[in-house]
C-alpha cells in the first residue's frame, strides 16, 4: 500500500476530476484534503450528542452509497474516513473529556474519564464506520483503484 501523498497540491486539485492522483493511505489520512468531498461531507460532521451524532452517520453514510451509486471510489473512500474519524474523536472525548489525551509535555497520559453520551456517539458512529469498510463494493473498487493507480 502506498502511503497518502502530502506532496500534492490539495488546494487546486478537484479529485472527481482526477481520482488517479487519490492515495487511499492508512485509517483517517487526507480526510480534511481531498476536495471537492471534503467541503461536501464535513458540514454532516457531527457527534456532540448521541442524536447529533445518529444525523451525522446516517448523512454521511448516505453519502457513501450515493458515491457507491456513482462508482466514485475516492466518494466512498472519504464518507467512510469521516466516519472512522467521527469514531475516533467521539472516542477520544469519552475518554478525556477536554479531548486531550496528553498533558502538555506530550509524554504524560492523562486520566480517563468515561463520558458515556459520547461513548454512545462513538458507538454509532462505529456501526456506519464497519458498513462503509467491509461494504463488498467498496472492497471491490478500493482493490480496482490500488491495481490502477496505486502501484509502485
Known sequence: MLEFNYSLDYKTIDFRQHPE??????GEQGVLMVEPYKSEILPDWKFKTPEIARQSAE???????????QEDFVGMDMARKFLQMGYTRSRRYANH??????????K????????????????????????????????RLADRHRQLYETA
Open 59 to 69: 448523512a454521511i453514510y448516505q453519502r457513501f452509497l450515493d458515491y457507491k451509486a
Open 108 to 139: 504524560t497520559v492523562l486520566p480517563r474519564e468515561e463520558d458515556p453520551i459520547k461513548a454512545e456517539s462513538a458507538r454509532i458512529f462505529y456501526e456506519k464506520w464497519q458498513l462503509a469498510k467491509n461494504d463488498p463494493d467498496y472492497l
Open 97 to 106: 473529556k477536554s479531548g486531550r489525551k496528553y498533558a502538555k509535555d506530550s
Open 21 to 26: 492522483l487519490y492515495r487511499i493511505g492508512r
